[in-house]
């Protein structure tokens, strides 16, 4: 059974930053593209970034040139650093495989605010 953990969540004011983890555990980690979503409230949920290897990561408009997603697969966890946080940033983040096939953990809140 995969279970996957977000946490890092929180508050922060516009134009901070936060970084996101996502344990993942229950797989073979390394064998699978990794993604982060995002669902804000009354939204659906939607892909932020991928992450194939190292090198290879893709990123939605929104996000582009502010977030970055990276990967310890030694840790078997998958990381979302944000940075120039805005208010519409503001959302439930999830991990998952690129298509979102496991199931999904609870999720980390972060709510970007002065």
């Known amino acids: 059974q995969v279970q996957l953990v977000e946490s890092g969540g929180g508050l922060v004011q516009p134009g901070g930053s936060l970084r996101l983890s996502c344990a993942v555990s229950?797989?073979?980690?390394?064998?699978?593209?990794m993604a982060w979503y995002r669902q804000a409230p009354g939204n659906e949920r939607d892909l932020v970034a991928t992450?194939?290897?190292?090198?290879?990561?893709n990123y939605a408009d929104s996000v582009k040139g502010r977030f970055t997603i990276s990967r310890d697969n030694a840790k078997n966890t998958v990381y979302l650093q944000m940075n120039s946080l805005k208010p519409e940033d503001t959302a439930v983040y999830y991990c998952?495989?690129?298509?979102?096939?496991?199931?999904w953990g609870k999720g980390t809140l972060l709510t970007v605010s002065s």
């Open positions: 229950g797989t073979m980690f390394r064998a699978y593209a």
């Open positions: 998952n495989n690129r298509g979102g096939s496991w199931p």
């Open positions: 992450i194939i290897s190292g090198a290879i990561t």
